[in-house]
């Protein structure tokens, strides 16, 4: 960075997000800058995005951005004042603190008397898999001729192909003035740094009759087989040319591993403990009378015997953001609810347990020996599902949701796919589809991108999961789109 600190500081090339030398030198200026006592909080987030996107064959954006953002909190008093900037010069560091402690002085939190705890655990942050030095150095110029492998499969055939690749990286470290250099409490954050690659495309005919999709995720870009994703989405494009119409009912369904994963979305939002013992949620089992209290579906078998969905951080395929006391988990073991996650203050008062429990984040679904040839080959009638879009959640305690088709949709008849069909929306609980499992294939990663790394602190949530072939799966109505 810049030595100069009366002017604007922007990351160079060979800096594109905060070291964590740079995070330390910043808090320290932050924190010599706030005037009288209290204690100062700076949470320190940078991040780098270099895409390309092409549509028609024809690149349509190729940027190279990066951003800085810094929260400043202040505690004066019983107040406490927060300011976010993106400026490193010490003109703009020096007015987001004063602007922090006004705010703090204007805004008084009511006391009340912290609930008597014990002391936290040792904080434990096990090393995940979520930095790729290969995602790092990926430049425009490896970008442009990945994209152009990507183009000339789908243009050779006379077909319309549009997509995107994506390489980002960020790092985040959150400090308090009062264990700079020292211990970091468990809220505090040391410096972490992740990459994501990102490949998706769609390839059409040029009469609009036919798409295929293909996409792939992975903090590694050495992992993502570019060519293969192009030749899976044309043939995907091909196949389903000139769909016809098919009558909405309950069909035989052949999930692709990415259409499982898009399901089981809505499952990982409800993964929560406390839901089920208000009266709510699909984990909710009944109120006890007797006790006076709502009973959860813990210990209960509610998934297919088959399927165990579990997540360790230390899988080198599963990465995600480090958080204290990260631990193995296994959610559903042979079909039977076995966590949900928790906060401290819960685990304290229920459960006599001096630690929360993180949400469902990243995951790894069990499979089984089939492939989706074998699939095909033993159903008499049933659906070949590339992936849905659109999914919304329309009851929460059934996790009843609708969604669409998208990308290629076959009929199979006798053990073949006789025909590409139209797009059918699909009115169904994931929880019925995996509780109605004929068979279950080998999982493989899948296509879960970074959306935007400032949403939410929980950048990466890869999953690998199986295509799975299940029973009577309800589907509504037809859509025109393709």
């Given at each position: 960075?810049s030595?100069r600190?009366d002017r604007l500081?922007?990351?160079s090339?060979d800096a594109r997000i ?6 330390e030198s910043?808090a320290?200026r932050?924190?010599?800058l706030?005037s009288g006592p209290?204690?100062t ?10 895409e390309l ?11 190279d951005r990066?951003?800085i953002r810094?929260?400043?909190?202040r505690e004066?008093g ?7 900037t993106?400026?490193l010069?010490?003109v ?9 402690e006004?705010?703090a002085?204007?805004?008084p939190?009511p006391h009340?008397p912290?609930p008597?705890?014990p ?6 942050r096990p090393?995940?898999?979520i930095?790729s030095d290969?995602t ?5 110029e490896?970008?442009?001729?990945a ?6 499969p789908?243009e ?7 997509g995107?690749?994506?390489m980002r ?6 400090m308090?003035?009062?264990?700079l ?14 990459t994501q690659?990102?490949c998706?495309m769609?390839?059409?005919?040029k ?18 087989d570019a060519?293969?994703l ?6 995907k494009?091909?196949a389903?040319?000139?769909p016809v119409a098919l009558e909405p009912?309950?069909?035989?369904v052949i ?7 898009e399901m089981?979305?809505i499952i990982?939002?409800s993964m929560?403990?406390?839901v089920?013992?208000l ?5 909710v089992?009944?109120h006890?009378?007797?006790i ?22 230390t899988?080198p ?12 988990l296994?959610?559903?073991?042979k079909?039977?609810l076995?966590?949900?996650a928790?906060?401290?203050d819960y ?6 347990v001096?630690?929360?429990?993180r949400p469902?984040t ?8 089939t492939?989706?040839?074998?699939m095909?080959?033993t159903t008499t009638?049933g659906?070949?599902v ?5 999914i919304?959640l329309?009851?929460?305690?059934s996790?009843?949701s ?5 990308d290629g949709?076959w009929l199979?008849e006798h053990?073949k796919i ?6 059918l929306r699909f009115?169904?609980?994931?929880l019925?589809a995996l509780?109605?499992v004929?068979?279950l294939?080998?999982p493989?990663?899948v296509?879960r991108p970074v959306?935007n ?11 690998i ?6 029973r ?11």
């Amino acid at each position: 960075m810049s030595a100069r600190s009366d002017r604007l500081i922007r990351l160079s090339d060979d800096a594109r997000i905060l070291s964590e030398q740079d995070c330390e030198s910043l808090a320290k200026r932050v924190f010599a800058l706030a005037s009288g006592p209290g204690e100062t909080f700076i949470n320190v987030m940078s991040w780098w995005n270099g895409e390309l996107r092409w549509a028609r064959n024809r690149t349509s954006l190729a940027s190279d951005r990066r951003d800085i953002r810094i929260d400043i909190v202040r505690e004066v008093g019983v107040g406490r004042g927060q300011v976010t900037t993106n400026q490193l010069d010490d003109v703009s560091l020096e007015s987001a603190v004063r602007a922090a402690e006004r705010t703090a002085v204007l805004s008084p939190m009511p006391h009340r008397p912290l609930p008597v705890q014990p002391p936290f655990p040792k904080v434990d942050r096990p090393k995940t898999a979520i930095w790729s030095d290969a995602t790092y150095a990926v430049t425009p110029e490896v970008r442009g001729e990945a994209a152009r492998a990507l183009i000339e499969p789908a243009e050779g055939k006379g077909m319309y192909s549009a997509g995107y690749l994506e390489m980002r990286a960020g790092s985040r470290a959150m400090m308090s003035s009062k264990r700079l250099g020292g211990t970091p409490a468990p809220w505090d954050v040391p410096w972490t740094a992740w990459t994501q690659a990102q490949c998706s495309m769609t390839v059409r005919d040029k009469e609009g009759s036919g798409s295929g999709w293909a996409g792939l995720s992975s903090y590694d870009w050495t992992k993502i087989d570019a060519p293969a994703l192009a030749s899976r989405a044309l043939e995907k494009c091909i196949a389903s040319q000139h769909p016809v119409a098919l009558e909405p009912g309950r069909y035989t369904v052949i999930l692709e591993p990415q259409a499982v994963a898009e399901m089981i979305a809505i499952i990982e939002t409800s993964m929560y403990r406390e839901v089920p013992e208000l009266g709510d949620g699909p984990w909710v089992l009944g109120h006890d009378d007797v006790i006076g209290l709502w009973r959860s579906k813990l210990g209960l078998k509610v998934l297919d015997e088959r399927i165990t969905i579990h997540h360790d951080p230390t899988d080198p395929l599963l990465g995600i953001f480090p958080e204290p006391w990260m631990e193995p988990l296994t959610w559903f073991d042979k079909g039977v609810l076995t966590n949900l996650a928790f906060t401290r203050d819960y685990a304290l008062e229920k459960l006599n347990v001096n630690s929360a429990r993180r949400p469902l984040t990243g995951y790894r679904m069990s499979g089984g020996p089939t492939s989706i040839e074998e699939m095909i080959s033993t159903t008499t009638r049933g659906l070949l599902v590339s992936h849905f879009s659109n999914i919304r959640l329309l009851d929460g305690k059934s996790l009843l949701s609708t969604g669409l088709t998208r990308d290629g949709l076959w009929l199979i008849e006798h053990g073949k796919i006789s025909k590409a069909v139209k797009n059918l929306r699909f009115t169904e609980s994931p929880l019925f589809a995996l509780n109605s499992v004929d068979q279950l294939g080998e999982p493989v990663p899948v296509f879960r991108p970074v959306k935007n790394p400032y949403e939410s602190e929980r950048p990466l949530m890869p999953a690998i999961v199986p295509p799975i072939k299940s029973r009577d799966f309800s589907f509504t109505s037809t859509i025109d789109a393709i």
